[in-house]
């Protein structure tokens, strides 16, 4: 099978046949991203789901907000969902844009080091609040 092949199968497989068409390219550029930190196609789909799902951010700009929110989830050491929640919080709730929600958050991580705290328990405590 084909690496083209294989890509439309995984996407079609978790979108269904309306991601493969309207939104297969961005979907595989988004995967290449996430490859290229280190993540997987599920590592990607999760942060998208997070945004699109819980905060009601358009699928195609989700798209495109999980490039930067899995560069976030690497350089705080937390998942791609959790990167993808607190983003989204911090947008619908703080009015941030994606890109002060993640500046916010790496300053809260380099907050949490000097109070030594660990950031993760922050940013899981935090991602928790968000279903409560």
Do not use: C, W
């Amino acid at each position: 099978m084909s690496a083209v092949a294989e890509l439309t199968d995984e996407v079609g497989n978790k979108f269904g046949a309306i991601g493969v068409t309207e939104f297969g390219s961005d979907l595989i550029s988004a995967k290449a991203s996430a490859v290229a930190l280190g993540y997987s196609f599920d590592d990607m789909t999760s942060s998208v789901s997070s945004l699109s799902d819980n905060f009601g951010i358009a699928f195609g700009a989700a798209i495109e907000m999980s490039k930067s929110t899995m560069d976030t989830a690497r350089a705080l050491g937390i998942s791609t969902e959790h990167a993808g929640t607190l983003t989204g919080m911090l947008m619908t709730m703080g009015g941030h844009s994606a890109g002060s929600a993640q500046n916010i958050l790496k300053q809260a991580n380099q907050l949490s080091k000097i109070a030594g705290i660990s950031p993760n328990i922050i940013f899981e405590d935090m991602a928790g609040s968000t279903e409560e």
